[in-house]
C-alpha cells in the first residue's frame, strides 16, 4: 500500500521554527523526485519547495528561500522541510508529493499555523 505520510505540523509564533517530516511507504522512494506543497484557505496548492531524487538538486518558491530548506534521506525514505523564520502569510496544509513520469503520490498534509 502506497503511503506518504507527513507529520512535523503545528501552531508556532511569528519568527519561529518547524520541522515537517514525511515518510514514504509501498513503493521505491528513492526512484521519485519529491516536494512540499502548501494550501491556505480559499487558495490554490502552491509548490514550496522541491529536490531531485538522490537531491542534488532543489527549488524553492521565492516567498521562502532563505528561510526553509528541504533534504531528504532515501536510506529512511524519508524528505524533511525545515521552516524558520516563520510568517503568518505561511500558514496552510502542507502536503508531501513524491512523482516521477507516471506516477504521483500525495500525502494528507498537515496543518501550519503561524500566529501569536
Not at 9 to 29: K, Y
Not at 33 to 61: D, F, M
Not at 69 to 94: G, H
Request: proline share 3%; with cysteine.
Amino acid at each position: 500500500q502506497v503511503q506518504l505520510v507527513e507529520s512535523g505540523g503545528g501552531l508556532v509564533q511569528p519568527g519561529g521554527s518547524l520541522n515537517l517530516s514525511c515518510i514514504a511507504s509501498g513503493f521505491t522512494f528513492s526512484s521519485y523526485g519529491t516536494g512540499w506543497y502548501r494550501q491556505a484557505p480559499g487558495q490554490e496548492r502552491e509548490l514550496v519547495a522541491s529536490i531531485s531524487r538522490i537531491g542534488g538538486a532543489t527549488r524553492y518558491a521565492d516567498s521562502v528561500k532563505g528561510r526553509f530548506t528541504i533534504f531528504r534521506d532515501n536510506a529512511k525514505d524519508t524528505v524533511y522541510l525545515q521552516m524558520s523564520s516563520l510568517k503568518p502569510e505561511d500558514t496552510a496544509v502542507y502536503y508531501c508529493k513524491a512523482i516521477k513520469p507516471g506516477r504521483i503520490y500525495w500525502g494528507q498534509g498537515t496543518q501550519v499555523t503561524v500566529s501569536s
